[in-house]
């Protein structure tokens, strides 16, 4: 029974490092910002192509101030230059405080440069991830229209959660999976910055590992209100693979999730074709600082695919 529960929270927390919503007001320990330097920036990855323009962009507004900071911003993205396209929305956030778009906008910027510091950096990792929280928060609050300003809350609220543990998280864990359902509810983002990182696919790809993870037993129902749901993690991993099918985690995800749902109800077919998609993938240009850890985690399902439900890129456990 206590290995049991182990296993369980052990899926429960890694299912959290997809993403989670987190409506309401933000904790007063979570609005503490992270004021200290970035020393760490995504590894070098090839740039892409010229951001199309955004009807939401704050340069829209005819500052020619906001509009040059805006420029740099974006082109600081392009480039890969995460932190310093962080540090230039903070001065645009000086200018126009409260931008929802701004606010989403930083939120993932912190969110890239805290999955890029060590696992071991969890006092700084966590001054960061409560930094975005509280961006998305206060975002998703002043346009409760805004679905990547709820996926980004989720994406903060869950790191958050992991870093400090599942026993003094329950409340976040809990609130997350419902706010969750609420996210799929709205309208689907059309927001992208590139031809291959779409808003809408990420928020699928979240969801997925989130249903997947999340065990399926009526006990977690009872202490949650709600329960995992390995069908909805293929069906919502199919959603975010058909989006952008050649972003590795996404097939990776697809993969591990038809694995595990083989695995529950003993369907041959959908175990076939999960290791398939796990296959080959070296095939795939790698676009993220996080698609090696991916082809691990592909590696390690494809060795031992009964481990395919519990798989995640990293989790913490207390």
């Keep these: 029974m206590r290995s049991a529960l182990r296993l369980s929270l052990r899926c429960l927390l890694a299912s959290l490092l997809a993403a989670a919503v987190q409506t309401g007001g933000v904790l007063a320990e979570d609005l503490e910002l992270a004021t200290a330097a970035y020393p760490i920036s995504l590894a070098p990855l090839p740039t892409v192509a010229a951001f199309p323009p955004s009807l939401y962009s ?27 396209a962080a540090e230039l929305k903070r001065r645009v956030l000086e200018l126009l405080p409260g931008d929802v778009h701004t606010r989403w906008r930083l939120a993932r910027d ?19 991830y409560r930094e975005a929280r509280a961006l998305a928060s206060s975002a998703a609050g002043a346009d409760p229209d805004c679905v990547e300003c709820c996926f980004y809350d989720f994406a903060a609220t869950s790191r958050i ?19 969750l359902e609420r996210c799929l ?19 699928y790809y979240g969801a997925a590992v989130y249903y997947r993870m999340v065990p399926d037993t009526w006990w977690m129902e009872r202490l949650l209100g709600f329960r995992g749901d390995k069908r909805a993690a293929v069906q919502l991993a199919r959603q975010a693979y058909e989006v952008t099918p050649s972003r590795i985690d996404y097939r990776v995800e697809l993969g591990v999730a038809l694995i595990c749902l083989g695995n529950a109800t003993d369907e041959d077919a959908a175990r076939a074709e999960g290791m398939a998609l796990l296959g080959d993938l070296d095939e795939l240009s790698m676009r993220l600082a996080t698609d090696p850890l991916d082809i691990l985690r592909a590696a390690e399902v494809r060795a031992e695919p009964d481990g395919a439900c519990g798989n995640a890129r990293s989790f913490e456990i207390e």
Excluded: C, F, Y
């Excluded at 020619?64 to 932190?83: K, Q």
């Design 185 to 203: 509810a709205m309208e689907p983002s059309v927001w992208s910055d590139t031809d291959w990182n779409h808003e809408r696919g990420n928020l």
């Design 58 to 84: 704050p340069d829209l507004r005819g500052d020619p101030r906001i509009s040059r900071l805006w420029a740099e911003t974006v082109e600081a993205e392009r480039i890969r230059d995460v932190g310093h």
């Design 161 to 179: 959660a992991t870093i400090k543990g599942a026993l003094r998280s329950i409340s976040l864990i809990k609130a997350s999976g419902h706010v």
């Design 110 to 128: 912190l969110l890239n440069l805290g999955e890029a510091m060590p696992a071991d950096q969890k006092r700084e990792r966590l001054r960061i």
